[in-house]
């Protein structure tokens, strides 16, 4: 059974929409091999940018720190921390009320929160990886304490990326323009062609970055410079507070951990709103990890609500109740999560985890883990022997089911008043089917300011860019798996061998021909003439056909020039199966490059339902 497939049978859920982190062509540079976590943001130009646009929070005064101002609208006042309140559970008292956009309402600093960027494994320790962050460039290197440091990607020199640059013998982070050194607590460290180090203005911009769960986090907000006299290289981790991370008990608790991540060609908040969206599954990724006739009657429970999230509930569950209820956890601003426990009646409980991290205007990267405890070793067992790669590749195929037109949809939103309207104006959902749709976008636009880089509108669409053509959505590689250590030389695997089996099939052919010859040049009483064989062909052959002519001259010369003819055939018949062998390698390269359309809902099948 393959590893997706048994991913997401257990229940059907949507395991997180991923595509492309593609940016608009006037504002945006793309990703390549040599920066392979740069997802590029808008330029800072003040003129160009709507008076409807603020300033980020002016947490520093280094140059170039702040977001640009056509990114992020006013976003100053922090959200306090109180608990969810209680919503009583009931057909109306449950369902969100639909009610106009709050005129002024606290909206919380979407900085001062840690986000997921990536698996730890997926970055190189070996020079600095580019990566953007709530529209803030950052560069991602290991110090000499063996500890992940998060820099704003600009010198303070020339304003060049440091991501750029490379990690010194030292452990110090290089500029590749002018060779300025930098240490883990942002100090300046040499200038190479004369200057104060000491001087503040040659400090790089550091913000918080850990390590948790296999996953590297980091909160966008400065900080304080180092003093030159206390400045210790790695310092700088060592008193950041992490205990705010939101991650997942489950992982601790050695529950199977199925990990991997896309990034996408649409917002933030359109990933959460799919992933809230429970009713779209059984028809976007029917054939894919769902069937149409699973389809039911879906009634969700609001149980809380409040400035850090909400929680809910569909009793019955996904595959008509088969599985048991399924609880929902919406841990603001980025961490979905479906739970199910079916340990009684399947013998197993999964927790479908997302972790959505904005990085730019309409592009985000979802963080996904699906978390197994089953009562039986068996599952654990197939776990751990189905590659890495296959898993990957089969969630690839979930999630573009749906990016196509939820890349789309987002310019039709906006055209009818997302982000200016209420979402019930927006969207037409009569049914409870919609409840977590409705109190995240409640949520959304009551304490999010709208979203990450202000409200859904015009403003916002015009941030994100051209939308984009269908290649470019089914685009894996650069989404995936040119950032995926995995998947990028499980690749690398695959095109080494379709090289040698092209070698190989053209040696078998040439072997073949030659065997084919041989055969039907010689006689029982004359074997001189297979020596003239083997001296004709001395001139286009190496020793490898060299040898193949001298057994083959033992074995005619033994009296039987038929088994000339058969090696001939085998020859044919082994460059036959390795030509079969390379196709099937071709297909699987390409599983790694590009996704497939149309979806495998679209693609009719012997006893598909309608």
Not at 263 to 271: E, H
Not at 574 to 587: C, F, G, I, Q
């Amino acid at each position: 059974m393959h590893a997706r497939a048994l991913a997401h049978s257990a229940m059907d859920l949507p395991c997180t929409q991923q595509t492309l982190h593609v940016v608009p062509a006037t504002c945006m540079q793309p990703y390549s091999r040599k920066r392979p976590f740069s997802a590029v943001s808008l330029l800072h130009s003040p003129k160009a940018c709507s008076s409807r646009y603020t300033g980020c929070s002016k947490r520093s005064s280094s140059p170039c720190a702040e977001l640009p101002r056509c990114l992020v609208r006013a976003q100053a006042a922090s959200v306090d921390t109180e608990d969810l309140v209680s919503t009583p559970v009931g057909s109306d008292e449950a369902r969100p009320k639909v009610e106009p956009l709050p005129q002024k309402q606290r909206s919380l600093d979407w900085f001062d929160h840690w986000y997921a960027i990536g698996y730890e494994k997926d970055f190189d320790e070996k020079k600095p990886n580019a990566f953007t962050l709530l529209g803030k460039q950052l560069c991602i290197w290991k110090d000499a304490s063996n500890r992940w440091q998060a820099f704003l990607d600009v010198c303070p020199h020339r304003l060049v990326p440091l991501s750029e640059g490379r990690i010194t013998d030292a452990k110090e982070l290089q500029c590749a323009y002018h060779g300025w050194c930098f240490e883990a607590s942002g100090k300046c460290t040499a200038i190479p062609q004369g200057g104060n180090v000491n001087n503040p203005r040659t400090f790089a911009t550091v913000y918080q970055c850990a390590v948790k769960q296999g996953l590297i986090w980091v909160k966008p907000i400065e900080q304080p410079r180092a003093q030159p006299a206390a400045s210790a290289k790695g310092s700088s981790s060592s008193t950041i507070d992490t205990s705010d991370i939101p991650i997942l008990p489950e992982i601790d608790e050695g529950w199977i951990d199925s990990a991997t991540f896309r990034d996408l060609p649409y917002d933030y908040a359109t990933l959460l709103e799919n992933l809230f969206d429970v009713g779209h599954v059984p028809f976007t990724h029917h054939a894919s990890v769902s069937k149409r006739s699973s389809a039911d009657v879906i009634k969700l429970d609001m149980q809380a609500q409040g400035p850090t999230g909400f929680t809910g509930r569909n009793e019955r569950g996904p595959r008509r109740g088969q599985l048991g209820a399924q609880d929902t956890l919406f841990q603001a601003p980025c961490l979905m999560r479906h739970s199910i426990d079916a340990q009684d009646s399947k013998g197993f409980s999964n927790i479908t985890a997302v972790y959505a991290t904005p990085t730019t205007p309409g592009r985000c990267r979802a963080i996904i883990r699906n978390l197994f405890k089953f009562k039986s070793p068996i599952p654990r067992f197939f776990f751990k022997v189905v590659p890495a790669w296959s898993t990957h590749v089969g969630n690839n195929t979930v999630l573009e089911d749906d990016v196509v037109f939820l890349h789309k949809q987002e310019e039709l939103a906006v055209a009818r008043g997302l982000g200016q309207k209420a979402v019930a104006q927006v969207y037409h959902m009569p049914g409870s089917s919609d409840n977590f749709v409705t109190a995240f976008r409640t949520w959304l636009s009551k304490y999010g300011g709208g979203g990450p880089f202000g409200p859904m509108d015009h403003h916002w669409l015009q941030a994100a860019g051209p939308r984009l053509d269908r290649d470019a959505l089914l685009d894996r590689f650069h989404t995936h798996t040119a950032n995926c250590k995995v998947c990028s030389s499980t690749l690398q695997t695959i095109q080494q061998i379709r090289s040698l089996l092209k070698y190989l099939v053209g040696g078998l052919a040439v072997a073949a021909a030659i065997l084919a010859a041989v055969a039907l040049s010689a006689s029982d009483s004359s074997v001189q003439a297979l020596a003239a064989q083997q001296e004709a062909a001395r001139g286009l052959f190496a020793a490898g056909g060299q040898l193949l002519l001298r057994g083959t001259k033992a074995v005619v010369g033994s009296g039987k020039p038929g088994a000339v003819m058969a090696s001939a055939a085998v020859c044919v018949v082994l460059a036959v199966v390795l030509l079969a062998v390379r196709a099937y390698l071709s297909k699987m390269e390409s599983n790694f490059i590009h996704g497939v359309y149309p979806p495998p809902r679209n693609v009719k099948l012997p006893h598909d339902e309608a």
